[in-house]
């Protein structure tokens, strides 16, 4: 998909960095309700961060194996323009969300075309993070990008996984992505966001888009 590379970066959670990363010119900010995330909020933090942000910024709230039904609550609570599913969800689980969805797919040297066939027309967009058996995402490692064309992605491709200032260039002038996500790459800490790194990744991504 031809033009500008979109920009997410997940795992926010501090309103002085929601409103660098605004500023900085991101498209998207992701906010963790998965449990086992050291980035995880609770539903009444994330209402304030979001009400923060101006039209036209995503709010990407992410879920692991989250029930139906706490989803859609938080979605309505918070404001939630998109959510990211990053568990084992279904087809038909994507189809009943409220509001556009993300499926993350794990990306491995196992990983086939056939994992993503199914959400063919069911979801926005797909989130390649790398593959742990230990970890949903959030691993904090790159996966070998060569692997995506064999997944012939149905869907706009997030890519994700490991991202940082120094490498987002040569991820997007291999894998051509929609959009890119930024986590524990633009960190001092889980959670903590480091503003001189946000603005870096803005950077990078911007010239990377001019490269041929």
């Known amino acids: 998909m031809e033009g500008r590379t979109r920009i997410k970066i997940c795992g926010m959670t501090e309103l002085v960095r929601v409103?660098?990363?605004?500023?900085?010119?991101?498209?998207?900010?992701g906010f963790i309700f998965?449990?086992?995330s050291p980035r995880r909020l609770e539903p009444e933090q994330a209402r304030g961060l979001i009400s923060s942000l101006p039209p036209f910024v995503d709010a990407v709230g992410v879920f692991v194996n989250e029930e139906l039904g706490v989803i859609r609550d938080i979605v309505q609570y918070c404001g939630l323009?998109?959510?990211?599913?990053?568990?084992?969800?279904?087809?038909?689980?994507?189809?009943?969300?409220?509001?556009?969805?993300?499926?993350?797919?794990?990306?491995?040297?196992e990983s086939r075309a056939a994992d993503l066939a199914p959400f063919r027309g069911v979801v926005?967009?797909?989130?390649?993070?790398?593959?742990?058996?230990?970890?949903?995402?959030?691993?904090?490692r790159t996966f070998d990008w060569q692997l995506v064309p064999q997944l012939a992605p149905p869907a706009p491709v997030v890519l994700a996984g490991g991202l940082t200032p120094d490498n987002v260039s040569a991820a997007i002038g291999q894998v051509r992505p929609f959009a890119v996500d930024f986590n524990s790459g633009l960190e001092t800490?889980?959670?903590?966001?480091?503003?001189?790194?946000?603005?870096?990744?803005?950077?990078a991504v911007r010239q990377a888009d001019l490269l041929p």
């Open 189 to 203: 800490a889980p959670g903590r966001k480091e503003p001189t790194l946000i603005q870096r990744a803005v950077a």
């Open 19 to 29: 409103r660098e990363a605004v500023a900085a010119g991101v498209d998207a900010l």
């Open 124 to 140: 926005s967009g797909f989130v390649l993070d790398t593959y742990s058996k230990d970890q949903e995402g959030g691993t904090g």
């Open 34 to 36: 998965a449990s086992a």
């Open 81 to 109: 323009t998109m959510v990211q599913l990053h568990g084992e969800e279904d087809p038909s689980f994507c189809r009943a969300m409220p509001v556009r969805v993300l499926k993350a797919i794990r990306v491995g040297e």
